[in-house]
């Protein structure tokens, strides 16, 4: 079935280091992409999407480009903030269903 | 309303007691999710009510578990006879077109069982 896998955490960096948080998905088809993120005592928020190859997401400095070649969804940013600190999820959905499979989440911290 | 509602947002409870988590949807989406967040872990889907039809129930983790959705809005998990594993941030999420616009989220209820 289709599965998204994400970099294991926790990441730490130091304020206005370039981030990468890896993200590769399995899917038939030709899915849609999320990065969503989840600040400390909240629920998730969508931070960017994509629905086609090659499409870019992108919100406050974050970045992510739907590749198909290499089934992946990478999220970067060019400089940190610690109030950047959050865990950040990746998440797929198909075509033709409202279903939305999940990574494990990767939690990154900034540090002053 | 203009975004998922969750309520309680906390809930501490005996073990052993009935607990209902209550999710009010943005208006008009035809799909609601309910989801658990255990400490420091990832999200484990539970349930998923798709307009009219039967419920996926598939993610549920015992029978103690249950959940509806009346007139296709407002949802209520049940949780019975609550146990120190059942403490979690459960929660809620409701979509119309899910690969366009993916889920919103609410904040969630933590509920803690002592």
């Known amino acids: 079935g289709d599965s998204v896998t994400q970099m294991e955490g926790p990441v730490t960096l130091s304020e206005e280091a370039f981030l990468t948080i890896n993200c590769t998905y399995t899917?038939?088809?030709?899915?849609?992409l999320f990065w969503y993120v989840q600040y400390p005592g909240e629920g998730l928020q969508l931070l960017l999407k994509?629905?086609?190859?090659?499409d870019k997401g992108s919100n406050k400095g974050f970045e992510a480009t739907y590749r198909k070649e290499t089934t992946s969804f990478h999220l970067e940013k060019g400089s940190v903030q610690v109030s950047d600190s959050a865990v950040y999820f990746c998440?797929?959905?198909?075509?033709?269903?409202?279903?939305?499979?999940f990574g494990a989440g990767t939690r990154l911290t900034v540090k002053p | 309303g203009a975004g998922v509602s969750q309520s309680p947002s906390n809930k501490v409870t005996e073990k052993g007691k009935d607990v209902e988590l209550r999710c009010d949807p943005i208006?008009?989406?035809?799909?609601l999710y309910w989801y658990r967040q255990s400490l420091g872990q990832g999200l484990e889907f539970l349930i998923y009510?798709?307009?009219?039809?039967?419920?996926?129930k598939s993610g549920l983790p015992s029978d103690r578990f249950s959940a509806e959705r009346t007139g296709g809005s407002v949802s209520t998990l049940t949780i019975q006879r609550t146990q120190q594993e059942d403490s979690a941030v459960y929660l809620c999420?409701?979509?119309?077109?899910?690969?366009?616009?993916?889920?919103?989220f609410g904040s969630g209820t933590r509920l803690t069982v002592v």
């Open positions: 208006s008009g989406h035809t799909a």
């Open positions: 899917a038939t088809g030709y899915p849609s």
């Open positions: 009510f798709q307009g009219n039809s039967a419920p996926d």
């Open positions: 998440a797929l959905t198909q075509y033709n269903n409202n279903d939305m499979r």
């Open positions: 994509a629905t086609k190859a090659d």
């Open positions: 999420a409701s979509s119309l077109l899910t690969r366009n616009y993916g889920y919103t």
